[in-house]
């Protein structure tokens, strides 16, 4: 336990060192604050930690690929960092066969032997008008009508199944128009114009990010809120908001990943590709890692990670909110407690309850940092 005598010793207590809680302190540092950074884990990052095996960069908490429109996030990332010129274009396996991603020419020749365009729209259009359904309610409606019956069977329907461990006629509409549809031969996975993986792994952004600032790890702010609460103005809190609230309107629910990780011998290269989604039911896991290849590294050796979407319970990482009616509704109220609140800034993945992608959270942060500073 830390005492700080009940002094006001900080401006800021920040609890989480993810991206979040590390740009707040970044930039608070700068206006001249003085900042405190507490972290549960042995390790600050939150989950874009990347640990060294064999000179490899490990995702520790699931494949990290930074990608964004935004010019200024773009700059600001870069600032600590070079990214190298890593496109993320995932390989598909169903049923052992072979699968270009995002759904492309190259996924239309391999479906059906189509070589135009024009055969490729002939073939999806008859599909979707087949089916019929104009006002898509679920996943699977929506695939369906945007796509077809063809590609929804071999590379949506098993693989989304497996990843939200519910029917996709149960599932909200929009997670899939995540993924686009192309009529070009291209396999960038992301429309965005700028992407990379950061040149050293991405604990070098969180380490530029938090240069002088106080960081203590392994500290559970739980544990000794009163406490902590006491040694600083204001608290910028990332972990879960309804954990905050002790749960009051109820739990919020998250779908968990196990990862399953190993270290191959000898095997420079396992796959030859950084991602390979397995798309269908036969196989437990979505998909496998090599984590060399996003840097393109050429060791000896090569580490691997299979990726299993599991049921969430308290003791499990929380990677994806569930984004239905339910949560949504029990978020809303934990943010009108969050929204009455003049000490706290709620912020991140976590606090906020959505499914962010890491410019977005960036972009999160440096707003809340305006709003802050503009009072
Ligand atoms: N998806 C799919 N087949 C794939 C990859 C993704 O059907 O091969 C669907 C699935 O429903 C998933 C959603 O697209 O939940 C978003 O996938 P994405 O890869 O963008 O999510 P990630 O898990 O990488 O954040």
């Known amino acids: 336990m830390i005492s700080y005598n009940n002094m006001l010793k900080y401006d800021y207590l920040i609890v989480g060192a993810g991206l979040f809680g590390s740009v707040f302190a970044h930039e608070a540092t700068k206006k001249g604050k003085r900042c405190l950074v507490i972290d549960k884990r042995p ?17 520790k908490y699931g494949a990290h690929i930074f990608h964004t429109n935004d010019k200024a996030i773009w700059e600001y990332v870069n600032q600590f960092t070079e990214f190298n010129n890593y496109i993320n274009s995932p390989i598909s396996n169903s049923k052992g066969k072979l699968y270009n991603l995002p759904f492309n020419m190259n996924t239309f020749y391999q479906l059906w032997g189509v070589k135009t365009p024009q055969e490729a729209k002939t073939i999806i259009n008859k599909q979707i008008q087949d089916y019929g359904t104009k006002q898509p309610k679920n996943l699977e409606e929506q695939a369906l009508s945007l796509i077809g019956k063809d590609i929804y069977e071999t590379l949506i329907k098993d693989y989304t199944e ?39 792994g991405y604990n070098t952004i969180i380490e530029g990010l938090l240069k002088g600032v106080e960081v203590k790890t392994n500290v559970d702010f739980f544990e000794n809120q009163d406490e902590y609460i006491q040694c ?3 608290i910028v809190y990332t972990g879960k908001i309804d954990e905050y609230y002790n749960y009051q309107h109820g739990k ?5 990943l196990r990862f399953e990780t190993e270290t191959l011998q000898d095997i420079s290269n396992f796959q030859g590709n950084a991602v390979v989604n397995y798309n269908d039911k036969q196989v437990p896991y979505t998909r496998i890692i090599e984590h060399k290849h996003f840097q393109f590294g050429t060791q000896k050796d090569t580490v691997i990670t299979r990726e299993y979407p599991e049921a969430w319970s308290d003791k499990k990482e929380a990677y994806y909110p569930i984004n239905n009616e339910l949560n949504q509704k029990r978020y ?44």
Not at 44 to 59: F, L, M, P
Not at 172 to 180: D, G, H
Not at 252 to 256: A, D, G, I, P, Q
């Open 162 to 200: 497996k990843q939200w461990g519910i029917k996709a006629s149960k599932l909200p509409a929009f997670i899939i128009k995540r993924l686009p549809v192309r009529y070009t031969f291209d396999n960038n996975y992301f429309n965005d114009t700028y992407q990379g993986i950061p040149i050293g």
């Open 43 to 59: 390790h600050k990052g939150g989950n874009v930690y990347c640990e060294d095996v064999s000179g490899i960069n490990v995702h």
């Open 232 to 234: 600083a103005n204001k």
């Open 332 to 375: 809303q109220k934990y943010n009108a407690l969050a929204k009455s609140e003049k000490h706290i800034i709620f912020g991140g993945r976590l606090a906020e309850y959505k499914y962010y992608d890491m410019h977005q959270i960036i972009a999160s942060a440096l707003k809340k940092i305006t709003i802050e500073f503009a009072n």
């Open 252 to 256: 919020l629910e998250y779908r968990s």
